[in-house]
């Protein structure tokens, strides 16, 4: 059973910074790309940037390019989601997700999920 967990989120005045992690259990870490989503209230699931299986290849959306950046530790099971200079508009739940190949910005290829993790950015 793959078992996928965020943490990290919380409550920060614009232009601060949070790392959220996404902490991997039940099979092989290393196997998966992992794709990070966020969702404000009354809006969809929005893809937010991903990264491949070894680290090796990255990518973030324009709204958050320059302020967001992702990186895995395959040997911890866990991925990091970096973000600064944060805007009242990143406020949202954030997920994890994970599949096996690339990333992709579409949620409906994610195979597993995290809970979520609140980010809320006060002005």
């Known amino acids: 059973q793959v078992h996928l967990v965020e943490s990290g989120g919380g409550l920060v005045q614009a232009g601060g910074s949070l790392r959220l992690s996404c902490a991997a259990s039940g099979r092989t870490f290393s196997r998966y790309a992992m794709g990070w989503f966020r969702q404000a209230p009354g809006k969809q699931r929005e893809f937010v940037g991903g990264?491949?299986?070894?680290?090796?290849?990255?990518y973030v959306k324009g709204s958050v390019k320059g302020r967001f950046t992702m990186s895995r530790d395959n040997a911890k099971n866990t991925g990091y989601l970096q973000m600064n200079s944060l805007k009242p508009e990143d406020t949202a739940v954030y997920y994890c997700?994970?599949?096996?190949?690339?990333?992709?910005?579409?949620?409906?290829?994610?195979?597993?999920w995290g809970q979520g993790t609140q980010v809320t950015v006060s002005s």
């Open positions: 997700g994970e599949r096996r190949r690339s990333y992709r910005e579409d949620a409906l290829a994610y195979d597993y």
């Open positions: 990264i491949n299986w070894n680290g090796g290849s990255t």
